[in-house]
């Protein structure tokens, strides 16, 4: 069992940067593929950025390229996504997942281990 805890969200104005952060615990995520997800108001989890097991590989849906940034210190057991030039759509409950195995997934059902969510709100 992976645990992970979601930090790092809150108010920002449009155009500003938030830095999320994940910490896993119960395992090392070494073997893990990693994400995050944003839900907004349509409670569907969008995928916002993935970064695979060694950190080598990350994506990132066309709305967040250039924005927003992951990445992973194994070491410390955690996952971090920056998130810069921050839009009112940006806004949401930020999930942090993960799933084990080499496939870096962008599609929340390819993820099995889920945080509780940091809320993100973008002011216009």
């Known amino acids: 069992q992976v645990q992970l805890v979601e930090s790092g969200g809150g108010l920002v104005q449009t155009g500003g940067s938030l830095r999320l952060s994940c910490t896993a615990s119960g395992r090392a995520i070494g073997a893990y593929a990693m994400a995050w997800f944003r839900q907004g108001p349509e409670n569907e989890r969008e995928f916002a950025a993935s970064?695979?097991?060694?950190?080598?590989?990350?994506y990132y849906p066309d709305s967040a390229k250039g924005r927003f940034t992951i990445t992973r210190d194994n070491a410390k057991n955690t996952v971090d996504l920056q998130m810069d030039s921050l839009k009112p759509d940006d806004a949401g409950v930020y999930y942090c997942?993960?799933?084990?195995?080499?496939?870096?997934?962008?599609?929340?059902?390819?993820?099995?281990?889920w945080g509780q969510g940091t809320q993100v709100t973008v002011s216009s």
């Open positions: 970064i695979s097991f060694n950190g080598r590989h990350t």
């Open positions: 997942a993960a799933d084990s195995g080499l496939k870096t997934g962008t599609r929340a059902s390819e993820y099995v281990y």
